[in-house]
């Protein structure tokens, strides 16, 4: 089964900071990479995805970069709150495919 | 907002019991999917069903599970005979013609 190690496994960042999560896969056949948060007890919720054809996309705070030739894409939090704080995960999709695919996940904090 | 609700929210059985769960998809999708999560751990797909047929399973949707989309809005999950090891968070989810998936809040398994 083809593997995307997800790092940090954890992440503190004082509010107002930047969070940065990466992913880095090894199938080149994946063409979908949505990120999704989790707080505790509740179901994953999409944030914001990117294909591979795009190297950078932003939705307010949040911003996926993708490097296609280094085989990693990237969750940026700018401006972190305490409300961020939470577990993301990055996900993929192989081409042609449906099923998603999770990473390890990263529990991250905010700190006031 | 349309949101995927699934019931129960917590459920309970004995090693070797019958168990099914279910969910209510977003109305106008047509791709429903069942994930499953054991505590602290990653989310894991299990199956995709479309057209009222599987179609993607992964290989821990083994023959003690089973899918039904029983009428026009509930979609479930069966475990034939529950192990121990089945205990998890289950998450309904399902996605139009786009590839995100909605997620819902989950039932609680745990098998005694």
């Known amino acids: 089964q083809q593997q995307v190690k997800q790092s940090p496994q954890s992440l503190i960042v004082q509010k107002g900071g930047i969070s940065i999560i990466n992913c880095a896969y090894e199938?080149?056949?994946?063409?979908?990479f949505p990120w999704y948060q989790q707080f505790p007890g509740k179901g994953p919720a999409l944030l914001i995805a990117?294909?591979?054809?795009?190297s950078e996309k932003k939705e307010g705070r949040f911003t996926i970069s993708f490097n296609k030739s280094a085989k990693q894409f990237s969750l940026h939090i700018m401006d972190s709150q305490p409300g961020d704080s939470a577990t993301y995960f990055c996900?993929?999709?192989?081409?042609?495919?449906?099923?998603?695919?999770f990473g390890s996940g990263t529990r991250l904090q905010v700190q006031p | 907002e349309p949101e995927v609700t699934q019931t129960p929210s917590h459920q309970v059985t004995q090693m070797g019991q019958e168990v099914i769960l279910r969910c209510v998809p977003i109305?106008?999708?047509?791709?429903f999917y069942w994930y499953r999560q054991i505590l602290g751990q990653k989310v894991e797909f299990l199956v995709s069903?479309?057209?009222?047929?599987?179609?993607?399973k992964s290989e821990i949707f083994d023959d003690q599970f089973s899918v039904e989309r029983p009428d026009g809005s509930n979609f479930t999950l069966k475990i034939r005979s529950t192990k121990l090891e089945d205990s998890a968070m289950y998450f309904c989810?399902?996605?139009?013609?786009?590839?995100?998936?909605?997620f819902g809040p989950g039932t609680r398994l745990t098998v005694l």
């Open positions: 990117i294909r591979p054809d795009v």
């Open positions: 069903f479309y057209n009222n047929e599987i179609s993607e």
């Open positions: 109305s106008n999708h047509l791709y």
């Open positions: 989810a399902s996605s139009g013609v786009s590839d995100t998936q909605y």
């Open positions: 199938n080149t056949a994946f063409d979908y």
């Open positions: 996900a993929w999709s192989d081409t042609g495919r449906r099923a998603l695919t």
